[in-house]
């Protein structure tokens, strides 16, 4: 390697190696903005009990619907949310937009389904999903530290593979990322439109399959509401799609998770020449608020989640065993989610409560994968997991 190159590449790691983010006052709005948004999904997340592994695994056996209503009840709020910003602050709506268009731009169909099929399958395999295993963790789900270390690991197995994937995966920009663009028809129709058909969805499943027929501990009477055990997913997930608001005014993004996982895994690459060439494809994750965000939000959300399992309040006689998967599952799990996630561009919140509530186009064939994935990976190898 020539003198230019060598200075060049130690120019990259020590620049990388500076403090993760600039602190300015904007950086730091956006860093306490996340800390207090994960604060509250981590609570809303442990509440609704769809972050037990066993309560994924039967929503897509159909055995509970607590998961779906909760994911449901995320997208509306979500999509009341963009649709007030639609109104009051339409420039941040849309420099957001062009945010999560240029994540996801570069993925055609083909990507994001099978992108999204291969995490579906790793949510059963692993009973989770990116953003909900640091709440397994902080509510100490059994082997939840495996289905991290396998999120970990398809980071870097993504990463490397990353350069193959995108020459003949990811080749082309698509010029029209959102359902209103495609279909012409104005934002502001569209929101309220699809917000009523999911709240209908909602509705009729709730009334079939109350939620607290589904709680195999019940709430102990006259608690009050954040000693409460368990809250209607319903609640959980109408709070969590709130946080839409501060996400978008403040961060200038939408939620997600799944990139976390790379800037943590950017700060683990040696600083060898050889390794960090393998590994280049994550030095785009390793500096600035835009990934650290994330990393802030989900290291908020343990804590939430530990506070809240910790107010919970049971009958003497009930004693709160969140039992996991097996080790094994737990792992492999956690690689299939992160490596689907990557190549679809995003996850169950990047795609499902973030992209459906943008009315992004690739988020409607991402996420009906996701769970078809999850639900063919139940019915055909459920007896084995």
Same mark, same amino acid.
């Given at each position: 390697?020539?003198?230019?190159?060598?200075?060049?590449?130690?120019?990259?790691?020590?620049?990388?190696?500076?403090?993760?983010?600039? &602190?300015?006052?904007?950086?730091?709005?956006?860093?306490?903005?996340?800390?207090?948004?994960?604060?509250?999904?981590?609570? =809303? &997340?442990?509440?609704?009990?769809?972050?037990?592994?066993?309560?994924?695994?039967?929503?897509?056996?159909?055995?509970?619907?607590?998961?779906?209503?909760?994911?449901?009840?995320?997208? #509306?709020?979500?999509?009341?949310?963009?649709?007030?910003?639609?109104?009051?602050?339409?420039?941040?709506?849309?420099?957001?937009?062009?945010? @999560?268009?240029?994540?996801?731009?570069?993925?055609?169909?083909?990507?994001?389904?099978?992108?999204?099929?291969?995490?579906?399958?790793? *949510?059963?395999?692993?009973?989770?999903?990116?953003?909900?295993?640091?709440?397994?963790? =902080?509510?100490?789900?059994?082997?939840?530290?495996?289905?991290?270390?396998?999120?970990?690991?398809?980071?870097?197995?993504?990463?490397?593979?990353?350069?193959?994937?995108?020459?003949?995966?990811?080749?082309?920009?698509?010029?029209?990322?959102?359902?209103?663009?495609?279909?012409?028809?104005?934002?502001?129709?569209?929101?309220?439109?699809?917000?009523?058909?999911?709240?209908?969805?909602?509705?009729?499943?709730?009334? @079939?399959?109350?939620?607290?027929?589904?709680?195999?501990?019940?709430? +102990?009477?006259?608690?009050?509401?954040?000693?409460?055990?368990?809250?209607?997913?319903?609640?959980?997930?109408?709070?969590?799609?709130?946080?839409?608001?501060?996400?978008?005014?403040?961060?200038?993004?939408?939620?997600?998770?799944?990139?976390?996982?790379?800037?943590?895994?950017?700060?683990?690459?040696?600083?060898?020449?050889?390794?960090?060439?393998? @590994?280049?494809?994550?030095?785009?994750?390793?500096?600035?608020?835009?990934?650290?965000?994330?990393?802030?939000?989900? *290291?908020?959300?343990? #804590?939430?989640?530990? *506070?809240?399992?910790?107010?919970?309040? +049971?009958?003497?006689?009930?004693?709160?065993?969140?039992?996991?998967?097996?080790?094994? =599952?737990?792992?492999?799990?956690?690689?299939?989610?992160?490596?689907?996630?990557?190549?679809?561009?995003?996850?169950?919140?990047?795609?499902?409560?973030?992209?459906?509530?943008?009315?992004?186009?690739?988020?409607?064939?991402?996420?009906? &994968?996701?769970?078809?994935?999850?639900?063919?990976?139940?019915?055909?190898?459920?007896?084995?997991?």
């Amino acid at each position: 390697m020539s003198d230019n190159n060598n200075a060049s590449f130690e120019h990259k790691r020590k620049r990388k190696s500076s403090l993760p983010f600039n &602190m300015t006052v904007s950086g730091v709005v956006k860093i306490v903005t996340s800390s207090a948004m994960g604060l509250w999904f981590g609570i =809303a &997340m442990e509440k609704s009990r769809v972050f037990e592994p066993f309560n994924i695994r039967d929503q897509m056996s159909f055995d509970k619907f607590i998961m779906v209503k909760m994911f449901l009840s995320a997208v #509306v709020a979500g999509q009341i949310a963009i649709l007030a910003l639609s109104y009051l602050a339409p420039k941040s709506l849309r420099q957001t937009r062009q945010v @999560f268009a240029g994540c996801v731009n570069r993925r055609g169909m083909i990507d994001v389904a099978i992108g999204g099929t291969l995490l579906g399958a790793g *949510m059963t395999v692993a009973g989770a999903c990116p953003g909900m295993v640091v709440i397994q963790s =902080a509510s100490f789900v059994e082997n939840s530290t495996y289905t991290l270390a396998g999120l970990f690991l398809g980071g870097y197995v993504y990463a490397v593979l990353h350069s193959t994937i995108e020459k003949y995966f990811h080749k082309k920009i698509f010029p029209n990322n959102f359902l209103d663009q495609i279909l012409d028809v104005p934002l502001k129709m569209l929101l309220p439109i699809s917000a009523i058909m999911f709240a209908a969805i909602i509705a009729v499943v709730e009334y @079939f399959f109350p939620w607290k027929s589904e709680l195999p501990i019940p709430n +102990v009477e006259g608690t009050t509401f954040m000693s409460q055990h368990a809250w209607s997913p319903i609640v959980s997930g109408a709070i969590i799609g709130a946080l839409q608001l501060p996400a978008i005014l403040l961060v200038g993004d939408t939620l997600g998770s799944s990139s976390s996982y790379m800037t943590v895994c950017s700060q683990m690459v040696p600083s060898s020449e050889t390794v960090y060439s393998i @590994f280049s494809h994550l030095d785009m994750f390793k500096s600035g608020v835009e990934n650290w965000w994330q990393v802030v939000y989900l *290291m908020s959300a343990a #804590v939430g989640a530990f *506070m809240s399992s910790q107010l919970g309040v +049971v009958d003497i006689n009930d004693a709160i065993v969140v039992h996991g998967v097996s080790p094994v =599952a737990a792992f492999v799990g956690g690689i299939m989610m992160m490596l689907g996630a990557r190549i679809a561009g995003g996850c169950t919140s990047g795609h499902g409560l973030s992209g459906m509530g943008l009315l992004a186009a690739r988020s409607f064939v991402a996420v009906p &994968m996701m769970f078809a994935g999850a639900m063919g990976t139940s019915f055909l190898f459920g007896q084995w997991l």
